[in-house]
């Protein structure tokens, strides 16, 4: 499980967090925390994309 607050380990870790401080987390707090690992998971996608492409490329005018 991942940590990153969209993915399942995100929600564990915001459990976590209210279990310590005894109290939930603000709903700004989560919708940022949401945000930022909307932004995370989108820039590895683009990431992975650009890598599989990239090596695509490579291979082609290799041939």
């Not at 915001?14 to 279990?19: W, Y």
């Not at 987390?25 to 599989?52: P, T």
């Amino acid at each position: 499980l991942l940590p990153i607050p969209v993915l399942d380990g995100g929600h564990l870790v915001f459990l976590g967090i209210e279990a310590v401080r005894g109290k939930p987390l603000s709903d700004q707090a989560v919708i940022w925390a949401q945000k930022v690992g909307i932004a995370l998971l989108g820039s590895l996608m683009i990431f992975v994309f650009y890598n599989d492409i990239a090596r695509l490329v490579r291979q082609w005018l290799a041939a």
